[in-house]
């Protein structure tokens, strides 16, 4: 909720600016703001994902495929992210939010996205995005039939594909106990 208002208001804007290609790529002119910034002076590091919904909505918007989604009732939920952060971004600093479509698997949708200063990555993250909707994943079948084929040359990296099995949990169905085997030393 802390960037509620500021996603209605990124949501009016995405609307009203020229249409592109979902296999295309996304680029929002942001600013780091005081919300944004923790007792570091930077961007919080928890809040650069959320900063980064920002531009998927943009991509999703201008592309048409937001609007097809919903009316579906099929909602986007994010089952895996990793980042890696370049430089800082300080308060009241002007990037670019870049977002783009890298691919997809039997399972997920993947989106890369960077944040960009003066023509340089300050931060790179990649996501793995579901469809849900009636209670269950939407398929990639179903997806297709909606926003269309994916290019041919759109492959996903191979890398993705072990990331994606190394981090990932069972599904929600499934069951996922917590029990870590190893002690920590205690404090002297």
């Known amino acids: 909720m802390h960037l509620f208002l500021r996603t209605l ?3 009016f804007l995405a609307a009203r600016r020229s249409a592109l290609s979902l296999w295309g790529h996304s680029s929002v002119k942001m600013r780091a703001w005081p919300t944004d910034i923790d007792i570091a002076g930077h961007i919080n590091n928890g809040m650069y994902f959320s900063l ?3 531009g998927r909505f943009d991509l999703m918007i201008r ?3 937001w609007q097809k989604v919903r009316d579906r009732g099929w909602t986007p939920v994010m089952s895996a992210e990793t980042i890696s952060f370049r430089k800082s971004l300080k308060l009241w600093q002007r990037y670019t939010m870049e977002s783009r479509v890298i691919g997809f698997d039997e399972r997920a949708m993947y989106f ?5 200063v003066d023509g340089e990555i300050y931060a790179r993250a990649f996501m793995a995005m579901r469809l849900v909707g009636r209670g269950r994943p939407v398929t990639n079948q179903e997806l297709f039939e909606v926003i269309g084929e994916p290019p041919a040359d759109l492959v996903l990296p191979e890398w993705i594909h072990g990331w994606r099995s190394e981090v990932a949990l069972p599904g929600a ?4 106990p917590f029990g870590w085997t190893s002690k920590l030393p205690t404090a002297k």
């Not at 890369?112 to 960009?116: F, P, R, W």
């Not at 169905?173 to 996922?176: D, G, M």
């Open 9 to 11: 208001f990124h949501l």
């Open 52 to 54: 980064m919904d920002l």
């Open 63 to 65: 592309s048409g495929m």
């Open 112 to 116: 890369e996205q960077c944040m960009v």
């Open 173 to 176: 169905r499934k069951p996922a």
